[in-house]
């Protein structure tokens, strides 16, 4: 396959890449495609892909275009009866119909299985393979770019920056990209120790980190002590719970308020102090300095825009 030949660098592993593919059976039937769709974004090392395609990608740069023909054991893995499961009528969820796809568990992580039959009884039988296991697949490959990990740690001429953590990113991030004179929005992981955290690295609430919503605002449109209020009505009464924020629970759903800047400290510190001396009980929330932010990957960006 080819490797990089022309300028820029070449991906390797660690390397968050971005590209664009076409997928085709050995019959030649194409069974998935980034056509129409944004390329897909994965971390080389990561094993978050099928193995062949980690090999594909690794030593292109932009613009590179490869093809690999991939065995199963660079795909989907061979084919397992042993996937093949007989679910007792007891057991079986009301409404299961033949084709349906149906959740099962296998060392605390998800595993899709498809029903592909209904007994009489009303038991069924699953099928726990990938619905490729087995097949030799030709993979056509794109580099597209790389996705970078850090948020700018300074801000576009004449914009400032705030970071909030509170709770779930997803809706904080809506409620500040409603607020006029917010230019963009970034969610990710704020004040931790791992370098270049995945959201699964974040769910085991030992990385350190928060989840957080970066912020580049104008302020000749809005300043940050007007944007503190937006962050205060977000947390609400998990002002006062630590490690907390509504149903989730664990250290990377702590509230807090990253300050870039001694005036921002300032106008934190005092919002959070006359919060307390409205509730009457201590505001657990944390003000600190902001650390690198570590930018989520591409699909929880904007997620409720």
């Not at 119909?97 to 595993?111: K, N, Y």
């Not at 087995?134 to 970071?163: D, I």
Request: aromatic content about 8%; proline content about 6%.
């Amino acid at each position: 396959r080819r490797q990089c030949t022309g300028e820029g660098r070449a991906a390797k592993d660690g390397d968050s890449v971005l590209v664009n593919y076409k997928v085709w059976l050995s019959d030649g039937s194409l069974v998935d495609s980034t056509e129409g769709r944004d390329p897909l974004n994965f971390t080389l090392g990561k094993r978050k892909v099928m193995k062949g395609f980690e090999d594909a990608a690794r030593g292109l740069c932009v613009g590179d275009r490869c093809e690999v023909t991939l065995p199963p054991e660079f795909a989907y893995g061979e084919r397992r009866e042993d996937l093949v499961l007989d679910i007792d009528a007891a057991k079986v969820p009301e409404g299961v119909t033949e084709g349906m796809t149906l959740q099962l568990s296998s060392g605390g992580r998800p595993v899709p299985a498809r029903v592909i039959k209904v007994n009489d009884d009303g038991s069924i039988q699953l099928d726990a393979n990938h619905k490729l296991a087995g097949e030799t697949l030709k993979v056509e490959m794109t580099l597209a770019g790389f996705r970078a990990l850090l948020a700018p740690a300074e801000p576009p001429p004449g914009m400032e920056l705030a970071t909030f953590a509170a709770g779930c990113f997803w809706g904080v991030e809506l409620a500040f990209q409603r607020v006029p004179g917010v230019v963009q929005t970034n969610v990710g992981y704020a004040q931790g120790e791992q370098q270049a955290p995945e959201y699964e690295d974040i769910c085991t609430g030992r990385t350190g980190h928060t989840e957080a919503v970066r912020v580049v605002f104008d302020p000749s449109a809005v300043t940050f002590e007007e944007l503190l209020p937006v962050f205060w009505e977000r947390v609400g009464k998990n002002a006062t719970t630590l490690n907390k924020a509504g149903n989730d629970e664990g250290p990377q759903y702590r509230s807090g308020i990253y300050y870039h800047s001694e005036e921002q400290q300032r106008l934190a510190e005092k919002s959070a102090l006359e919060l307390q001396m409205k509730l009457g009980e201590p505001v657990v929330t944390e003000v600190k300095a902001a650390e690198p932010f570590w930018l989520a990957g591409d699909y929880p960006q904007e997620y409720l825009e």
